[in-house]
């Protein structure tokens, strides 16, 4: 690559709300890095002609987000097992060989659950995760290989959930959404990943009650930070870690790789991306 100025950006339709452009560059910021990191708006019919274009103008890379994870894949020359694994892709590296897609989701997903309860372990109890879309893919594949005893998968519609557990394989059992009431018992961990509490949307109204002492509850959702389901949660006990985490998390493999440096995932940070 013949520019001196890497860049980088995040690809979406719609992508105005997306956080990541104040991330990275509060870290290139923060490390002195010279590059650049960008919103860019693109249909689904364009991303196969932006993608074969963004290296040509600079770009060593991209994150994907909503509605493109699972074409970014499928257009990538080489994927990792992970992504494979998932059926998305939410990091891409433009090398000769062509694009090399990633996921790291379910990995951001996990980093913040460690950082945040650095004492929770997967073996405590059953996870309860609810909702069965793209988010609850990465989730769910990181929670099996974290080695949870029992997933518990909630959906309002049962058949992707079915589609999603049979995919995932490992101890997961499907929970129709008429008996979500009684998921949570026993259980020690509880994941919302359905977009119920998002700003706009309904919100979660699915009793939590019953869990397992010291159990920790995580909302995808961060806007707003306090989702109902982390009310609910921290309304019966449970250690509540809000999402803003799991963005900060998922994005470091892909700035490492594009800028060089591995950057730290700090209070500072949550501030910077915070602060809007
Ligand atoms: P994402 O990629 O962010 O996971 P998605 O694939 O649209 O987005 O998934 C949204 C999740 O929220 C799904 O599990 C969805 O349930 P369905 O599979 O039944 O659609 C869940 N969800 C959205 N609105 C909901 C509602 N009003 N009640 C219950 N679940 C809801």
Redesign the pocket.
Known sequence: MSTTVPLAGVIGDPVGHSASPRLHGHWLREYGLSGHYVPLEIRAEDLATVLAALPRAGFVGANVT?PHKQTALALAAEATERARRIGAANTLTFTAGGIVADCTDGVGFLANLADAVPDWQAASGPAVVF??????RAVVDALLRAGVPELRLV???RA?ADALAKAAGGPVRVID?DKADAAAVGAGLLVN????GMAG??PFEVSLAGALPGAVATDIVYTPLETPFLQRAAAMGAQTVDGLGMLLHQAVPGFARWFGVTPAVTAETRAAVLAG
């Open positions: 909503i909702g069965a879309g793209g988010a609850a959906n309002r519609t992707r959404w990943t359905t977009s119920l949307n309904p």
